[in-house]
């Protein structure tokens, strides 16, 4: 009898030993393989982690492993694979402030590649989550940073009114806005006034020429119908005044669209460069 303990006693020994020398293994690695991430071998580290998720039969390091990774398919660049890494890293998680953090790096994900919709319908999800009802002024944080990516700098300012530390953000995203051209007004006044839409646009020369192309082509159609000569002046009004009438219409639309372009690109190339707070 007393043999069996010793042998039963030995057996759990040796398991117990082996087990903190797994624990010991698997936590040199997930350091390793932080520090590869940490010196931006983004590749050598997802590798790593990955060794370490398949090892980890106790999941000690599943959310952040997952997290990690997910990080580093991000600054790879590698959008739908961080998500999927973020949302594992998610599932791992133990505590409501976890979760909330990888819907958060999901979220920034989603306003990088552009898939506004998706991450304007998780920050709805989480503002009506009562786990969260101390985090609304992050999730207005990043619904404001959700319609600067869509190009809606209204949307954008009034989202980053609603925190409480923003008020950088609010003011830049006004003025943004107040520096783009309406493209429905720039089309409307075109079709009153041939060239108002290009000069509103801030094509002064090209609106000029335009008005005085419509004003020859149309004096010259009118003067063509007064002296009898139908034909002339349903060829000159087809071909010549309706093309250069259309044109202005059409070139309006196109310098408003190219204008508030330039204004968004000089003003995300701003938030790029220049802005110090936190980006997606």
Not at 235 to 241: A, F, G, K, R
């Amino acid at each position: 009898m007393q043999n069996n303990k010793k042998i039963f006693f030995t057996i759990f020994l040796i398991i117990f030993c082996n087990g903190l020398k797994a624990q010991d293994a698997l936590k040199t690695q997930f350091n390793f393989a932080k520090t590869l991430y940490e010196n931006e071998k983004y590749f050598d580290a997802i590798t790593e982690l990955k060794r370490l998720i398949f090892f980890d039969s106790s999941k000690t390091y599943f959310y952040e492993a997952n997290k990690i990774i997910g990080d580093c398919y991000k600054m790879g660049g590698k959008f739908s694979e961080a998500i999927l890494y973020y949302a594992n890293s998610e599932n791992a998680a133990i505590s409501d402030s976890e979760i909330f953090d990888e819907r958060i790096n999901q979220i920034r994900v989603n306003i990088l590649r552009r898939t506004t919709d998706r991450a304007l319908m998780m920050l709805d999800s989480l503002s009506s989550d009562k786990r969260f009802l101390n985090k609304i002024n992050c999730i207005n944080y990043w619904k404001g940073w959700s319609y600067i990516f869509s190009d809606d700098w209204e949307k954008a300012a009034n989202a980053f009114a609603k925190t409480d530390s923003s008020s950088k953000l609010v003011a830049f995203c006004k003025e943004v806005h107040s520096k783009k051209y309406s493209i429905s007004f720039a089309t409307l006044i075109s079709h009153f006034i041939p060239g108002a839409g290009q000069i509103y646009a801030g094509h002064i020369w090209s609106g000029l020429l335009s008005l005085g192309w419509n004003v020859l082509w149309g004096y010259t159609s009118i003067n063509a119908f007064i002296d009898n000569r139908i034909f002339d002046g349903i060829i000159v009004s087809d071909l010549l005044w309706l093309r250069f009438y259309i044109g202005n219409i059409q070139n309006a639309e196109k310098f408003s669209k190219e204008e508030n372009l330039s204004i968004t690109n000089s003003a995300l190339h701003f938030l790029q460069f220049e802005y110090r707070g936190v980006k997606p």
